[in-house]
């Protein structure tokens, strides 16, 4: 029988797992190679480094996938000269994403007193992520730019703004980018002290990308010089992160933007259908019949619902400052990795249906249903 081993926090594992094989959960963060040296499936998250060192005891292994967009804990050109086959989940939790930025902006914005409608958001990272969102800000009328240089290569129509230059001219810049540390493009420390230095003193950070995407060390030196708005998601060096930076943030939560119950979700049924591909047995189990039923499933709109409504909807699924708040409270008790376990459930804009007579177009492009 297939041995599978899965990081205890991915939801849905055995639902989707317990007919391929028997199924073992384990803790991510401190996993060894000991730990898991039987398997022949491992399901990791983004807090376990997928390295020889984890697998050179384990001689059997076929797969490992991993329920994250991210890949910087993989290493994959190690896994490609054991032949193991290997897969990420991509996009899984990007809405997610991209709802977590939108409820940051709402909340800097009455904080500060905006209208987005006159700010700039330079979007660093257009991938899965950051088109997502370059669509929900054009749908609310907020002026964006875009930066990613890999796909400018490749695409003659990406309307590519250079990083220098959206540093100079945003009012707000949320980084969607991997972390990668070789390469021309590479994003270690992209944001470091040469370019805040080059920021408008009021531009607004929001990192819900990789901690190491920011010079943190120079973050803070840079916001004790001048404090600008700040919303950090994620940090360097998760979970020892640098605690004086959290008095300056507006917004401090523990890399969960990516939590919602849908995004989690969908990253364990995207390696459950890779896993039955390369086994080449059918899907029995489905997604849409394992999410819980949502609280509120349908809301009646009528014709006067516009823009302004759209955030009030938005604040009842969800409220980023409730996961400020409990950051706040418990960081220095319970710890980065408990606020992470232990994170309330959060449900998407999609699993909420607006009902009514015109319902407008924009709505579906915010992610509602
Ligand atoms: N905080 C959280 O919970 C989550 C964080 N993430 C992070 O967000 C990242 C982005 O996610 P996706 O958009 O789904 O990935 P993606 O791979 O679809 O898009 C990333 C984009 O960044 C671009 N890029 C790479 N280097 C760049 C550079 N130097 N400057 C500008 N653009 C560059 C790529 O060309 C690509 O278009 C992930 O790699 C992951 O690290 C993803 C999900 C949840
Ligand atoms: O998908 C990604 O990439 C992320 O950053 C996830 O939100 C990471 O979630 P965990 O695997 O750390 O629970």
């Given at each position: 029988?297939?041995?599978?081993?899965?990081?205890e926090?991915?939801?849905?594992?055995?639902?989707?797992?317990a007919k391929?094989?028997?199924?073992?959960?384990?803790?991510?963060?401190?996993?060894?190679a000991?730990?898991?040296?039987?398997a022949?499936?491992l399901?990791?998250?983004?807090?376990?480094?997928?390295?020889?060192?984890?697998?050179?005891?384990?001689?059997k292994?076929?797969?490992v996938g991993?329920?994250?967009?991210?890949?910087?804990?993989?290493?994959?050109?190690?896994?490609?000269?054991?032949?193991?086959?290997?897969?990420?989940?991509?996009?899984?939790?990007a809405?997610s994403?991209?709802?977590?930025?939108?409820?940051?902006?709402?909340?800097?914005?009455?904080?500060?007193?905006?209208?987005l409608?006159?700010?700039?958001?330079?979007?660093?990272?257009?991938?899965?992520?950051?088109r997502?969102?370059?669509?929900?800000?054009t749908?609310?009328?907020?002026?964006?730019?875009?930066?990613?240089?890999?796909?400018?290569?490749?695409?003659?129509?990406?309307?590519h703004?250079?990083?220098?230059?959206l540093?100079?001219?945003?009012d707000i810049?949320?980084?969607?980018t991997?972390?990668?540390?070789?390469?021309?493009?590479?994003?270690?420390?992209?944001?470091?002290?040469?370019?805040?230095?080059?920021?408008?003193?009021?531009?607004?950070i929001i990192?819900?990308?990789?901690?190491?995407v920011?010079?943190?060390?120079?973050l803070?030196?840079a916001?004790?010089?001048?404090?600008?708005p700040?919303?950090?998601?994620?940090w360097?060096h998760?979970?020892?992160?640098?605690?004086?930076?959290?008095?300056?943030?507006?917004?401090?939560?523990a890399?969960?933007?990516?939590?919602?119950?849908?995004?989690?979700?969908r990253?364990?049924?995207?390696?459950?259908?890779?896993?039955?591909?390369?086994?080449?047995?059918?899907?029995?189990?489905?997604l849409s019949?394992?999410?819980?039923?949502?609280?509120?499933?349908?809301?009646?709109?009528?014709?006067n619902f516009?823009?302004?409504?759209?955030?009030?909807?938005?604040?009842?699924?969800?409220?980023?400052?409730?996961?400020?708040?409990?950051?706040?409270?418990?960081?220095?008790?319970?710890?980065?990795?408990?606020?992470?376990?232990s994170y309330?459930?959060?449900?998407?804009?999609?699993?909420?249906?607006?009902v009514?007579?015109?319902?407008?177009?924009?709505?579906?492009?915010l992610?509602?249903?």
């Amino acid at each position: 029988m297939m041995k599978i081993f899965a990081d205890e926090n991915m939801p849905l594992v055995q639902a989707f797992f317990a007919k391929l094989g028997e199924v073992t959960l384990f803790n991510g963060r401190t996993a060894r190679a000991n730990d898991i040296a039987e398997a022949d499936i491992l399901l990791v998250r983004s807090v376990t480094q997928v390295n020889e060192a984890l697998l050179a005891a384990n001689k059997k292994l076929q797969f490992v996938g991993t329920a994250t967009i991210g890949m910087d804990h993989i290493d994959r050109t190690y896994l490609a000269a054991r032949n193991i086959a290997f897969s990420s989940a991509p996009g899984c939790n990007a809405q997610s994403v991209v709802e977590y930025v939108l409820s940051s902006l709402w909340c800097l914005a009455e904080r500060y007193q905006w209208q987005l409608r006159d700010k700039t958001v330079g979007i660093v990272g257009v991938g899965n992520i950051g088109r997502r969102l370059a669509n929900a800000l054009t749908a609310l009328h907020i002026p964006v730019l875009l930066c990613d240089p890999i796909r400018a290569k490749h695409e003659a129509d990406f309307a590519h703004t250079d990083f220098e230059q959206l540093c100079q001219q945003a009012d707000i810049i949320s980084f969607h980018t991997p972390l990668t540390k070789t390469g021309l493009e590479q994003t270690t420390h992209l944001l470091n002290a040469t370019q805040l230095a080059k920021l408008k003193p009021d531009c607004a950070i929001i990192n819900a990308s990789r901690g190491g995407v920011i010079d943190n060390a120079a973050l803070l030196a840079a916001q004790q010089q001048c404090r600008r708005p700040l919303v950090l998601d994620v940090w360097e060096h998760e979970p020892e992160i640098l605690r004086p930076l959290i008095a300056y943030c507006d917004i401090a939560t523990a890399h969960i933007a990516g939590h919602s119950i849908e995004g989690k979700a969908r990253g364990t049924a995207m390696l459950y259908q890779r896993c039955c591909e390369l086994l080449q047995i059918p899907e029995s189990a489905h997604l849409s019949e394992l999410l819980p039923v949502p609280a509120v499933e349908k809301l009646q709109i009528s014709a006067n619902f516009g823009l302004p409504d759209v955030q009030n909807v938005a604040r009842m699924l969800y409220d980023v400052r409730r996961d400020d708040a409990l950051f706040r409270y418990h960081i220095e008790g319970k710890g980065f990795d408990w606020l992470r376990k232990s994170y309330p459930a959060r449900r998407e804009f999609s699993a909420l249906q607006l009902v009514g007579q015109a319902t407008p177009p924009w709505l579906s492009q915010l992610g509602f249903n």
